[in-house]
């Protein structure tokens, strides 16, 4: 091995350690994807590579690598980049494991690249039906795969857990973790613990009722599954591993008949091993829908919604759990990152877990009891006035739950920080936080009615639409707000702040150099001193960069790397889209290196059509219609008040807009199905579709307008 005079002691003292314990391929060559249980429990100490998706089992995403430094970061340069074959959403953090580097792109494609070149070893397609796409609350985004003993598994959108030959790329096997008749979705990343696969899923804006399970890793045979939130009470216990906790906790928690609409519940994020308690910690999302007056009659806690649920690895049996929300009613989940670490706290060290969930709060969690140590806001709030640290409890504003009248609510359903991961230093004792402030009125929506595979999230969504007056536009736009937040764990506490211009930024990377990682909207990937904030060095990445950075060394170079390409929530359902429209450019994995020379080909984006209103007249009670009709059945997709960004089509510029028998027979019977384009014939008919166009007429106008200058 080459030796620079950067590489640390870590990284080769696990070098050594390795070479003794490599697992060996038939006929004794080095196996792919060598990773076994030791590997993963010493992962902390080996530098040199990623061996799962937080880096270690702390997920502390901390790189404890020092050749790319703060004092020599202004080096950097692209050492290569590999192109994605889609502009849809980017979210995956890599694996990188003995010089090849594993990851995914939208729609669940795997990949394995040489981590020096970029040359592509082989790839998988798992060929998802594109009108999976629809049950995607948030694009067919992918977060990344997991290793072990010569394997690479990936979470496809379709609910199946696919085991590929990390050689080869060819599968092993596969199994269907969800039942594909109804909307579950799986965009996380799975985590290997003790030689099972865990795995949750996603789903509960369309419906479904939320669990994990872990699956033998070499077999796919089921080892345990723990659902969430409690079923039917008719159908009695599930024969899981969560009968006795949802008998004895969850069910005197729910009133109503809340099974009929799923419940929600789902696991699609964080899943945390524990190494040191031999515990699994797992967050657990939003209710289905998400009006807790619709779903449980306003009444009870609905455990385990908007918690962080401790389990039983070996059995999935419950061991403590934590709720922050209780009886959520704003799609606060709490699956956003979880990070573990001892902390000294009060003269005394203690093993917590950090997390910072959509609702606002940043909590200290004893990891052995799961009493909460402190919870501490980290951007502005208006549904709490902070956390009782006597119950742990939220102190609500008594109107935050809309249930007499509209509630403007901070943060939102898009967080207070979302699903973009977090750092950890230990060497600053700071966490690294991409934090936003994205406000959102909530109202009660009258008449709901559950509709089986679409959204149901029982509130007004025509709240959600951007104001059409250009001066009220841009003075809302001004309140969506984007931060890198470095925080004190222990004091509770901001050290330091960078302000965006707006949300929706990316993971983070810390590592020994004292560096912070992270790109952001805007299409900027950047490295930020880690004691203080300050902007050290940065690169034009053509595209909005979301996922999380990684660092590693083969033969003593040290590379960072990071997934660009923007998507996601924000960008589909926000509607606040900044500058010229254009066409999103495919995502591309960003390689760098000191010295790095490589560049990226200039973007020049296609020529988007114009605005093509109709020709019809409509009346202000077709259009008043449409715009309800939009936005409960179209704007999750195309953007709120039809505003696209670049990523799925601009309905204001379709050439079906002008043409009703064309518009209905792809909205109405789906003649674009194997595009994505699902029948709305389930859930809307012809003349709502008719409202739908003529209300997308009207923004198409005001487009017009507006690009003519007038």
Same mark, same amino acid.
Request: with cysteine; charged share 20%; glycine share 12%.
């Given at each position: 091995m080459k030796i620079s005079a950067g590489t640390s002691l870590a990284a080769l003292a696990a070098t050594a350690w390795f070479a003794t314990t490599a697992l060996q391929a038939p006929g004794g060559a080095t196996m792919a994807a060598a990773v076994n249980a030791d590997r993963l429990l010493a992962a902390a100490g080996d530098a040199s590579n990623w061996l799962t998706h937080g880096g270690t089992y702390a997920e502390q995403r901390f790189a404890r690598l020092d050749q790319i430094n703060a004092g020599n970061v202004s080096q950097l340069g692209l050492a290569w980049f590999h192109d994605f074959d889609t502009n849809r959403g980017q979210e995956a953090t890599p694996l990188v494991i003995d010089g090849t580097m594993y990851t995914t792109s939208a729609w669940s494609k795997v990949m394995a690249l040489d981590a020096v070149t970029g040359k592509v070893k082989w790839s998988?397609?798992?060929?998802?039906?594109?009108?999976?796409?629809?049950?995607?609350?948030?694009?067919?985004?992918n977060r990344g795969v997991a290793a072990w003993n010569g394997l690479i598994f990936v979470g496809a959108l379709d609910g199946r857990l696919i085991a590929l030959d990390a050689e080869t790329g060819k599968v092993k096997w596969s199994v269907v973790t969800v039942d594909q008749g109804q909307p !579950? #979705? &799986?965009? /996380?990343? *799975?985590?290997?613990?003790?030689?099972?696969?865990?795995?949750?899923?996603?789903? =509960?804006?369309?419906?479904?009722?939320?669990?994990?399970?872990?699956?033998?890793?070499?077999?796919?045979?089921?080892?345990?599954?723990? !659902? #969430? &939130?409690? /079923?039917? *009470?008719?159908?009695?216990?599930?024969?899981?591993?969560?009968?006795?906790?949802? =008998?004895?906790?969850?069910?005197?928690?729910?009133?109503?008949?809340?099974?009929?609409?799923?419940?929600?519940?789902?696991?699609?994020?964080?899943?945390?091993y524990d190494q040191e308690l031999d515990r699994l910690y797992i967050g657990v999302g939003n209710g289905s829908p998400w009006n807790h007056e619709i779903r449980s009659e306003g009444k009870g806690d609905n455990l385990f919604l908007s918690s962080v649920v401790a389990l039983d690895p070996n059995t999935g049996k419950y061991i403590w759990h934590y709720q922050g929300t209780p009886g959520e009613t704003w799609d606060f989940t709490q699956t956003q990152p979880i990070v573990l670490a001892t902390l000294k706290i009060d003269g005394r060290d203690r093993k917590v877990l950090m997390q910072a969930p959509k609702n606002g709060f940043f909590y200290v969690i004893d990891r052995e009891t799961g009493k909460l140590i402190s919870a501490k806001g980290f951007v502005p709030q208006t549904w709490t006035t902070g956390v009782d640290p006597a119950t742990g409890r939220p102190i609500e504003v008594p109107e935050a739950r809309y249930k007499k009248a509209a509630f403007v609510t901070a943060p939102s359903a898009l967080g207070a920080h979302n699903w973009h991961p977090m750092s950890f230093s230990p060497q600053t004792g700071l966490v690294y936080l991409p934090a936003q402030e994205v406000p959102m009125q909530y109202e009660s929506q009258a008449g709901y009615a559950h509709r089986p595979g679409a959204w149901n999230v029982a509130i007004k969504m025509i709240a959600m639409e951007p104001p059409s007056d250009r001066a009220v536009y841009k003075a809302t736009r001004a309140l969506l707000k984007g931060q890198l937040v470095a925080w004190d764990p222990v004091k509770q506490k901001e050290v330091w702040r960078v302000q965006y211009d707006g949300p929706w930024n990316g993971g983070t990377l810390a590592t020994a150099g004292n560096l912070v990682f992270q790109g952001n909207a805007k299409g900027s990937f950047q490295a930020f001193d880690a004691s203080t904030g300050k902007p050290l060095w940065s690169f034009a990445a053509q595209t909005g960069v979301m996922a999380g950075p990684v660092s590693y060394t083969v033969n003593g170079v040290q590379y960072v790397a990071v997934t660009a390409g923007y998507g996601g929530a924000y960008p589909i359902s926000g509607g606040f889209g900044d500058g010229p429209q254009r066409?999103?450019?495919?995502?591309?994995?960003?390689?760098?290196?000191?010295?790095?020379?490589?560049?990226?080909?200039?973007?020049?984006?296609?020529?988007?059509?114009?605005?093509?209103?109709?020709?019809?007249?409509?009346?202000?009670?077709q259009i008043s219609a449409g715009a309800t009709n939009?936005?409960?059945?179209?704007?999750?997709?195309?953007?709120?008040?039809?505003?696209?960004?670049?990523?799925?089509?601009?309905?204001?510029?379709?050439?079906?807009?002008?043409?009703?028998?064309?518009?209905?027979?792809?909205?109405?019977?789906?003649?674009?199905?194997?595009?994505?384009?699902?029948?709305?014939?389930?859930?809307?008919?012809?003349?709502?579709?008719?409202?739908?166009?003529?209300?997308?007429?009207?923004?198409?106008?005001?487009?017009?307008a507006e690009e003519a200058g007038k």
């Open positions: 998988y397609d798992p060929e998802v039906s594109k009108d999976r796409g629809f049950s995607a609350c948030c694009d067919v985004v !579950y #979705t &799986i965009t /996380g990343a *799975p985590r290997v613990v003790k030689g099972k696969v865990i795995i949750g899923n996603g789903g =509960a804006e369309l419906g479904v009722r939320g669990y994990v399970t872990a699956y033998d890793a070499m077999t796919g045979k089921k080892a345990w599954r723990f !659902y #969430t &939130i409690p /079923g039917d *009470p008719a159908k009695g216990p599930d024969g899981e591993a969560s009968d006795e906790v949802l =008998a004895a906790k969850a069910g005197s928690t729910w009133s109503g008949k809340y099974w009929q609409a799923g419940g929600g519940g789902t696991v699609w994020d964080a899943i945390v066409v999103a450019p495919n995502g591309r994995m960003l390689v760098f290196k000191l010295g790095g020379t490589a560049t990226l080909p200039a973007w020049e984006p296609p020529q988007l059509p114009p605005p093509n209103p109709p020709r019809d007249s409509f009346t202000t009670a939009f936005a409960e059945n179209c704007a999750v997709c195309h953007g709120a008040g039809a505003r696209a960004v670049g990523i799925l089509p601009d309905l204001r510029r379709s050439g079906a807009l002008d043409d009703k028998a064309l518009w209905a027979s792809i909205v109405h019977d789906g003649a674009l199905k194997e595009n994505g384009m699902v029948a709305f014939s389930k859930w809307i008919n012809r003349d709502q579709v008719e409202t739908i166009r003529a209300y997308v007429g009207a923004q198409a106008k005001m487009l017009q």
